[in-house]
């Protein structure tokens, strides 16, 4: 089973920058699908990006229409990480960030239930 935990969260102003991180451990995540969802007060947990392996070196992403542009789903496979670099911030992102993953080569997920593990460690990020 694999155990992810969060870090990075934190308080910018409007038009600025945070950069989340997602580590794993207790097994090579390098083949998984990896995912960032988020939920905001009152709202439902909400698909932000998501990244998979599609064979050798290439992995391919996706993202919210929300966040398309100003986000990244950066993964280093040496550290076992996921990073999401989120740039230009807005108070509409605003929300609770967790990092997911499920053992699935080649495909996405979008929705929380297309994942099985979820990180330990969810992060505030306020753009105010």
């Known amino acids: 089973q694999v155990h992810l935990v969060e870090s990075g969260g934190g308080l910018v102003q409007a038009g600025g920058s945070l950069r989340l991180s997602c580590v794993a451990s207790g097994r090579t995540v390098s083949g998984y699908a990896i995912g960032w969802f988020r939920q905001a007060p009152g709202k439902d947990r909400e698909f932000v990006a998501a990244?998979?392996?599609?064979?050798?070196?290439?992995?391919?992403?996706d993202y919210a229409d929300s966040v398309r542009g100003r986000f990244t789903i950066i993964r280093d496979n040496a550290k076992n990480t996921v990073y999401l670099q989120m740039d230009s911030l807005k108070p509409d992102d605003t929300a609770v960030y967790y990092c997911?993953?499920?053992?699935?080569?080649?495909?996405?997920?979008?929705?929380?239930?297309?994942?099985?593990?979820w990180g330990q460690g969810p992060q505030d990020a306020v753009a105010s």
């Open positions: 990244v998979s392996w599609s064979g050798g070196s290439v992995y391919r992403a």
């Open positions: 997911t993953a499920e053992d699935r080569p080649y495909g996405l997920g979008y929705r929380p239930n297309d994942f099985g593990s």
